[in-house]
């Protein structure tokens, strides 16, 4: 395989440009907020979109999509003699397990926690966010015997991710770029967030670009070779981790969830499997057809938002496919290029401008007492309203939120210095709306609605993100105190 994929029209690979352009559709009709969308058919690369101001090059955080790449280093693993898949896991961490452990824990092997069969019903780390997340996978009480059942659990990833690194002595990424990441071209600016007691995030942690997630996609999808016949990644274990495992029906949230699971694999329906990451990171493989799906996105606030790149997928793109070139089509190829060179992350809707004296007047508004820390705020806006920005006194110092009107601006989100894209507007005279997309190592939203009234200002906070930003959920009240050029 190439370090860089040749890129093609989609009628040179059965696909009608067309069908591309309807999923894109779909997902926008859907309300879905796409950040890229990739296909590449017969290793070669027929569409690349990217939701401005993503593009090409910029890292982006994949979530569970890197239980994928634990699961291959594990196959490695096996490969290299280091482990068994029928090892219990309990022998290589005898520094966690805890004295007269429980025998469900002591029984668990790695295959278990592969298949997510463990013996723990939940993300063990998030009981005890304290305590070292690897040794919390230890000290948690079982619920039940291991290799029964499926449940998700984000700890055993974790745990695997440090395996790998305690059997290695090298970052799992480190490892996996030993064995084929970089053959295959994967971005060296690529890596993986780490716990807070220095071990990668193999659940969850994996920041990398779109294209990365495509080469290690078709890797996957031929069968752990290169087109010389090099083996990137071993193909009995790779034929076990994309084969169902585990039945997943008792706990689906979506129809293709709902498949099965191999190890830290999805199945599909129409005989394919995926890499899924929470909030729309998708790489979709359809292995009888020869085609891979990548998506990045933020669909934590869209109901079903998950299955509608599903279902957009499979309902415009599967239907087209056909087993030989089809004749060049330039007047729909020119369609969907115009229709990627439209892809902008959407405004928020509303007004423009106001004439409200409590935003336009410069005064800075005194928060009552709260439990947020924030003490001081104020507006200031651009001659053409185009622009705009929130300034807020917290921890005894002042921060600013730029802030487009009627369109995006990208930003860096104060006190986290995380990357974010924020819009703004009116949504009654008196009432302005401002949503902030975070789109660097978090992903998520922070909502916020500043209402005017008889001098107060009242602020409603709500953040849809994983972990962090807790400070913007909740309540404020703010009188008006003093003109900011006074103050």
């Known amino acids: 395989m190439e370090k860089n994929i040749p890129a093609v029209s989609p009628e040179s690979v059965g696909i009608p440009s067309q069908a591309v352009t309807d999923m894109i559709e779909e997902l926008e009709k859907n309300h879905d907020p796409m950040h890229s969308l990739m296909l590449a058919r017969h290793n070669k690369l027929v569409t690349s979109a990217f939701w401005r101001p993503f593009g090409p090059g910029q890292l982006h955080r994949l979530f569970s999509v890197s239980k994928s790449f634990v699961s291959i280093a594990v196959g490695w693993l096996e490969e290299d003699g280091l482990i068994r898949l029928d090892d219990p896991i309990a022998q290589y961490f005898p520094e966690y397990l805890p004295e007269n452990a429980d025998q469900w824990l002591k029984a668990m092997t790695i295959r278990d926690m592969l298949a997510m069969q463990t013996c723990h019903t939940a993300t063990t780390y998030k009981i005890h966010p304290d305590q070292n997340w690897v040794e919390s996978f230890f000290v948690t009480p079982p619920s039940h015997c291991p290799g029964t059942t499926f449940n998700y659990d984000t700890s055993s990833p974790h745990t695997l991710g440090a395996l790998v690194e305690k059997l290695t002595r090298m970052p799992v990424l480190d490892y996996l770029r030993s ?258 997309s975070l789109i660097g190592e978090s992903v998520g939203t922070i909502h916020l609605q500043f209402t005017y009234k008889d001098g107060w200002m009242y602020l409603a906070m709500r953040k849809k993100e994983e972990t962090m930003f807790q400070e913007f959920s909740g309540y404020l009240s703010a009188v008006a105190e003093v003109k900011r050029n006074a103050s």
């Not at 496919?321 to 290029?337: F, G, S, T, Y």
């Not at 990627?340 to 007492?369: A, M, Q, W």
């Open 179 to 436: 064995k084929f990441l970089d053959e295959i071209g994967f971005s060296p600016r690529a890596y993986m967030i780490c716990d807070p007691f220095g071990t990668s995030m193999g659940g969850s942690g994996l920041m990398a670009e779109p294209l990365d997630l495509m080469k290690f996609a078709l890797a996957v999808l031929n069968k752990g070779r290169a087109e010389d016949g090099q083996i990137l990644i071993p193909e009995k274990y790779l034929n076990q981790a994309c084969s169902c495992q585990s039945s997943t029906q008792h706990v689906r949230s979506t129809i293709d969830e709902g498949q099965g699971y191999g190890y830290q694999f999805w199945m599909t329906r129409h005989n394919g499997f995926c890499c899924n990451g929470m909030g729309g990171q998708f790489a979709i493989f359809l292995p009888k057809e020869d085609i891979v799906c990548v998506t990045t996105a933020d669909t934590q606030e869209v109901n079903a938002g998950n299955q509608t790149i599903f279902n957009a997928f499979f309902d415009h793109i599967l239907p087209a496919l056909k087993e030989m070139p089809l004749a060049e089509d330039k007047k729909a190829r020119d369609q969907l290029e115009k229709k990627i060179h439209s892809l902008v992350i959407r405004p928020v809707n509303g007004e423009l401008r106001t004439d409200c004296d409590g935003f336009l007047g410069k005064t800075v508004y005194r928060v009552t007492e709260n439990s947020k820390a924030f003490q001081k705020f104020f507006f200031e806006f651009s001659d053409s309203f185009r622009e705009g920005s929130f300034h807020f006194y917290r921890d005894s110092s002042w921060h600013v939120l730029h802030f487009g009107l009627g369109e995006v601006r990208e930003d860096v989100f104060p006190i986290y210095d995380d990357r974010c894209v924020t819009s703004a507007a009116w949504t009654s005279e008196d009432s302005l709306y401002l949503r902030c």
